[in-house]
T-cell receptor, first 113, second 114 residues
Framework: DGGITQSPKYLFRKEGQNVTLSCEQN?????MYWYRQDPGQGLRLIYYSQIVNDFQKGDIAEGYSVSREKKESFPLTVTSAQKNPTAFYLCASSIQANTGELFFGEGSRLTVL | GNSVTQMEGPVTLSEEAFLTINCTYT??????LFWYVQYPGEGLQLLLK?????DKGSNKGFEATYRKETTSFHLEKGSVQVSDSAVYFCALTRGAGANSKLTFGKGITLSVRP
């Protein structure tokens, strides 16, 4: 089945540690995205990538980093510079950038202890 | 910039009740409009969309009409089921330019009682 796989589903981190969230898609989509979801705030765009080896900052990129070395993969690193990292992180993809028709993974919940 | 405003929630309804979830937007030009749904413990799924004024999107008994004159895209369903309990997000995007992105509303939680 085609889709988006995020891992891990739950992750706990101590303050000061970097953590990387995995996102893999087998839909052959060009564009991939990372969103952060907080209660009562909807979804906010962290980073997006329109094509391999290229990515752009979204609305809340500070404290995060990404790479896009392969079409299928778009990992997100939450660095120690992110002041409030506890959140639900959603990865998505689309056939092309900016179509609005996104396919989402099931999310990763990060908790900082 | 582009923005989406959704009505405050949560919303609780009895099964078979009529549902309306309000969504209004602010944008220049002619954005495409979307409703996404998030079932408990899952990611979001596209529910329906409309790409131009007066278009009606529909799926799974849900409908929404793109109203440019009132800048609205309200979601409706004639008879809700318990399985419709979820969080609903209104969203918009404009064109395919490099700076265009999908902007989401804050979402509203719908709970349907048997």
């Amino acid at each position: 089945d085609g889709g988006i796989t995020q891992s891990p589903k739950y992750l706990f981190r101590k303050e000061g540690q970097n953590v990387t969230l995995s996102c893999e898609q087998n839909l052959n989509h060009d564009a991939m995205y990372w969103y952060r979801q907080d209660p009562g705030q909807g979804l906010r765009l962290i980073y997006y990538s329109q094509i391999v080896n290229d990515f752009q900052k979204g609305d809340i990129a500070e404290g995060y980093s990404v790479s896009r070395e392969k079409k299928e993969s778009f990992p997100l690193t939450v660095t120690s510079a992110q002041k409030n990292p506890t959140a639900f992180y959603l990865c998505a993809s689309s056939i092309q950038a900016n179509t609005g028709e996104l396919f989402f993974g099931e999310g990763s919940r990060l908790t900082v202890l | 910039g582009n923005s989406v405003t959704q009505m405050e929630g949560p919303v609780t309804l009895s099964e078979e009740a009529f549902l309306t979830i309000n969504c209004t937007y602010t944008a220049t030009g002619y954005p495409s409009l979307f409703w996404y749904v998030q079932y408990p413990g899952e990611g979001l799924q596209l529910l329906l969309k409309a790409t131009k004024a007066d278009d009606k999107g529909s799926n799974k008994g849900f409908e929404a009409t793109y109203r440019k004159e009132t800048t609205s895209f309200h979601l409706e369903k004639g008879s809700v089921q318990v399985s419709d309990s979820a969080v609903y997000f209104c969203a918009l995007t404009r064109g395919a330019g490099a700076n265009s992105k999908l902007t989401f509303g804050k979402g509203i939680t719908l709970s349907v009682r048997p």
